[in-house]
């Protein structure tokens, strides 16, 4: 966002940064403390959202991979207990 006093909200999740929230106008004042927090408010949802998405990626990758993988590679070596 970009207002006299307010530095633009970036998307964080975890210190990762995933972009920026920025809204202009040549009219001063029009946002006010209460939009600016709002769109902090929203700048933060969209990082979690971002997040969550590389999460659900990264766990479907790894499924995928023990999907491919023989048995006794996921579950380690089988021992024989006779």
């Not at 990264?58 to 021992?79: D, F, N, W, Y």
Request: proline fraction near 7%; charge should be positive; hydrophobic fraction near 40%.
């Amino acid at each position: 966002m970009k207002n006299t006093n307010h530095p633009e909200p970036p998307f964080t999740l975890a210190m990762k940064n995933y972009g920026l929230l920025q809204l202009n106008d040549h009219r001063r004042g029009l946002f006010t403390e209460e939009l600016v927090r709002l769109m902090e408010w929203v700048a933060s949802s969209i990082g979690i959202l971002f997040s969550f998405m590389q999460l659900q990626k990264t766990l479907a990758q790894h499924i995928e991979e023990m999907r491919r993988c023989p048995p006794s590679r996921v579950l380690g070596p089988i021992k024989d207990h006779t």
